[in-house]
């Protein structure tokens, strides 16, 4: 302990110095000897010499860090490299902020090197936002374009409060949305009305002033800045607080217009991850009224309402909104609206409708929902009849989306039903089902061809942000408790299987139940179908399914469907053969006249492996290729999702039921082996099944799936390397992902198998992928079971803490035998990460297990933590 008591913050950061293990202190591994170290480290140098002199290691540090200063200055550009990398040491925060802040400031504005400005720009950002940011605000508005913008970039990643960064944020983005002679006029009103302090050179290199800021600076300002007006208690409750965004839309330069769309998203993602519909709701209200959009406030505004378990009725209130005027007249047809296409008007129509029915839905008014829902599809019947694909133009705008919408309101129609009481085999049940399978071909047919991705699924759809299980979420009171909605997910994927099986694995398809009886040509009935297309027979028993009719259960023997999946064959080739041209081309007119990359050679090889394979498909037809025809589409994750969804409530027979389902059938079909997603599927498979073993107390068996999962996963991104068909964010996903494996692996090994070596070894592994808060506390966590607190004190001391990291942070607090702190965190953890009884009861099961929480075992307020709802 420090002789004046509890050391500061600071001061624990440092007083490994005093042990004299200055290399861990440093953060720089204990494979260096100290005098090797310190030989070879300037920064180091100082600190040893002031503790050899009797100084604290607090003195010490603070006097290498005014040597550091002083180098800056030195002609030598090494020398201030290296100078700059001391004075940005996350560890040394606390620690002559102002004046380090001032310092890189200065490299920044005026050192000659532009790669010496960048890294003194990068050291801004480990001291904060009270100092790095405040230099950093300023620089924003001094740099040049390209230096201004890499501010803004680390402006915005700065660590302080919502209220902080907001404060640095709020002046620079207004400044940007009036003219620069009104920023102008503000500078001199400033210069001529406020009295700068006795340190004014210091003021005004760190404080940022009313300057225009540029539309490019603006642009990176703007996500973050509607972001921290979400995370402020009562942010955006003000007119002049969302003043900005509105300004933002109507800016002249596209790319502040295109900022504010992004920022306007970021804001509704916000509100819904913070879970604050209420304060979400009346913002996006108030953002119409201002100016906004009133019907793209309103739609977002009833997706808040029912994400966020308010009332249904403020819900049909916003789906009415957003519906404009006209959205009651569904059936006759909705004029449109002053310089608006009436295919747009009539898809605002579709979401004002269709949100009412989610909301009453919601509410447990299946019948009435149901009712909204075919109205919707009626409007989209209409659009989709107006064939406003066949323009000379190519298809109108909204075209594509009234197909992947059609799609929707037919699968909000099978769950409406589902919820009425209609059996999962009932014809005109299966029938809706059909037809969004029909519709959902259809969005893939045109999204290929309009450029998008072609290996589509039923996930397009139940993945949207206006699927049903987006929108409908766990009630207190009514008819959605998470157990209802876990069986409706179950009962929705055994009928999505009845229209073609291997695209919902893991489902049985609930006509497989019934037993197989006389069939009967019955004639669709449009009206209850709400398809609004031609009439056909279909060999459909009423009111139930016949288990053997093909047409339905195999769309490779239905015409409408069958026809669908060649046209998807028609598009891919179209778009395969425009790329084989462009990349042929740019060969063609490569001025530098080399030979073409390799990658450039291998990106053509593929393309046209690609198109041969499609030519091939598109000869040979479904009759004598269906395999190739099946594989357009991929596989459902539902089960995989239900899976999860499971284990998180403590069902976990059911859990494994349901991803055993899964990988059998991905292994009878066997298409997955063949495409890169089936391959990443198979490594979540075993994920998921992992953690169910561990979880059941089957510790050995979880980690032969966990292990073969980091197989796979590691298999799968060296083939992506090899074939160089992987973007480096889809790479550092699957590192991602692996990291993650990891980590169950090493709990398993720690928490059930009881082996604290084992589970060292695995997180080793984990900590060399990915390096961030989870992880580092993770690490520090580790240091504290291996009775290294100094270093795990060390590592706590530059996190910030959040809710992915509050259990782990208690682990490690209980580890190093803070009590209060190991309490603190594991209530938060409690009260913001599990939302149901199940799954609180889940995380209290395991906290009373974890041997990293031993020495909260027993005591009173651990029980009065653990038993608070």
């Not at 210069?191 to 004014?200: G, N």
């Not at 979401?351 to 909204?372: I, P, S, T, V």
């Not at 489902?507 to 006389?518: E, G, M, N, Y």
């Not at 900590?767 to 690490?779: E, P, S």
């Amino acid at each position: 302990m420090h002789p004046g008591g509890a050391p500061t913050p600071v001061e624990g950061r440092f007083w490994a110095y005093s042990r004299g293990d200055w290399p861990r202190a440093l953060g720089l591994g204990s494979i260096l000897g100290r005098g090797l170290v310190l030989a070879l480290l300037a920064f180091s140098a100082p600190i040893a010499v002031g503790l050899a002199h009797g100084q604290t290691p607090l003195q010490s540090t603070e006097r290498a860090l005014w040597i550091s200063l002083e180098e800056l200055e030195d002609p030598d550009a090494a020398v201030r490299g290296a100078a700059l990398e001391a004075l940005g040491r996350p560890e040394l925060a606390g620690m002559l902020d102002r004046e380090r802040a001032l310092a890189l400031a200065g490299v920044a504005r005026d050192d000659a090197r532009q790669g010496l400005r960048l890294q003194a720009i990068g050291a801004l950002t480990s001291l904060g936002a009270q100092h790095g940011g405040t230099a950093l605000a300023r620089l924003v508005t001094e740099l040049p374009m390209g230096e201004a913008v890499v501010s803004a970039r680390k402006l915005i990643t700065c660590v302080g409060t919502p209220q902080e960064l907001s404060a640095l944020l709020d002046p620079l983005v207004r400044a940007g949305l009036g003219s620069p002679a009104e920023a102008a006029a503000r500078d001199r009103e400033q210069a001529e009305t406020e009295q700068l302090p006795e340190e004014s050179e210091t003021a005004s290199a760190t404080l940022p002033g009313a300057r225009h800021t540029p539309p490019e600076v603006l642009a990176v300002l703007l996500p973050t800045w509607a972001q921290l007006l979400a995370d402020r208690p009562t942010g955006g409750l003000t007119a002049r607080e969302r003043a900005p965004l509105v300004a933002a839309t109507l800016h002249p330069h596209p790319m502040v217009r295109r900022a504010a769309d992004r920022a306007f998203q970021g804001l509704v993602s916000r509100f819904m991850g913070r879970g604050e519909a209420r304060r979400g709701l009346e913002v996006l209200t108030a953002l119409g009224r201002q100016g906004l959009d009133t019907r793209m406030t309103a739609y977002h505004g009833a997706r808040l309402a029912l994400v966020g378990g308010l009332d249904p009725r403020e819900v049909r209130a916003a789906a009415r909104r957003c519906g404009g005027p006209g959205h009651t007249v569904a059936r006759s047809g909705p004029v449109a609206g002053p310089g608006e296409a009436p295919g747009a008007d009539r898809l605002w129509t579709f979401r004002a409708l269709y949100l009412e029915g989610m909301g009453e839905l919601a509410g447990g008014e299946a019948r009435r929902a149901r009712d909204l829902f075919q109205d919707s599809a009626a409007v989209l019947a209409r659009l989709l009849a107006s064939r406003e694909d066949l323009g000379e133009g190519g298809p109108a705008p909204g075209f594509e989306e009234a197909l992947h919408h059609r799609s929707l309101a037919h699968l909000a129609t099978v769950l409406a039903m589902l919820v009425e009481g209609v059996p999962p085999t009932h014809g005109s049940l299966v029938m809706q089902a059909r037809e969004a399978h029909f519709f959902s071909l259809l969005y893939q047919a045109q999204s290929t061809r309009s450029g998008g991705s072609s290996g589509q699924g039923w996930d397009a759809i139940l993945t949207h942000e206006l699927s049903p299980l987006r929108l409908l979420v766990p009630r207190e009171r009514g008819l959605w408790s998470a157990r209802q909605l876990r069986e409706r997910s179950l009962e929705l994927g055994t009928v999505l299987a009845c229209v073609h099986p291997l695209e919902m694995p893991g489902f049985v398809p609930a006509t497989d139940a019934i037993a197989r009886s006389r069939t009967r040509p019955l004639a669709r009935e449009n009206a209850e179908a709400g398809s609004g297309e031609g009439a056909e027979e279909s060999p459909i028993m009423d009111p139930v399914v016949d288990p053997v009719v093909d047409p339905i259960r195999d769309p490779l023997q239905d015409a409408q469907r069958v026809h669908v999946f060649q046209d998807i064959v028609q598009a891919e080739i179209e778009q395969l053969q425009a790329l084989v041209v462009s990349i042929w081309e740019r060969q063609r007119l490569n001025t530098e006249g080399g030979a073409p990359s390799a990658a450039e050679q291998q990106r053509l090889a593929q393309a046209r492996a690609r198109l041969d394979e499609r030519l091939r498909t598109d000869l040979l037809g479904p009759e004598n290729a269906p395999d190739d025809f099946r594989k357009l589409r991929v596989p459902s994750s539902l089960a995989l999702r239900l899976a999860r969804d499971l284990r998180a409530a403590g069902e976990l027979d059911r859990a494994r039921g349901v991803v055993r389902a899964l990988s059998d059938d991905l292994a009878a079909s066997g298409h997955h082996r063949e495409m890169l997603w089936g391959l990443e599927l198979e490594a979540e498979v075993d994920l998921v099944e992992g953690a169910i073993l561990s979880d059941a107390g089957e510790p050995e068996e979880a980690e032969l799936f966990l292990e073969r999962a980091v197989e796979r996963l590691e298999g799968l991104e060296q083939l992506l390397i090899e074939r160089s068909a992987g973007s480096p964010r889809m790479l550092a996903g699957l590192r991602d992902r692996r990291c993650d494996a990891l980590v169950s692996l090493a709990v398993n090994a720690n928490v059930v198998l009881g082996q604290p070596e084992r589970a060292l070894a695995y997180f080793e592994r984990a900590h060399a992928l990915r390096q961030d808060d989870f992880t580092n506390v993770l690490l520090a966590c580790y240091r504290a079971r291996s009775g290294r607190a100094a270093e795990a004190r060390q590592i706590l001391d530059a996190l910030r803490p959040s809710p992915a990291t509050y259990y782990n942070l208690a682990c490690t607090w209980a580890l190093l035998g803070d009590r209060e702190r190991a309490l603190f965190f594991l209530e938060r953890d409690l009260a913001e990460n599990h939302g149901g009884p199940a799954a609180r009861n889940r995380q209290r099961d395991w906290a009373r297990r974890d041997p990293d929480l031993a020495s909260l075992w027993g005591a009173v307020r651990f029980e009065e933590v653990l038993l608070t709802e």
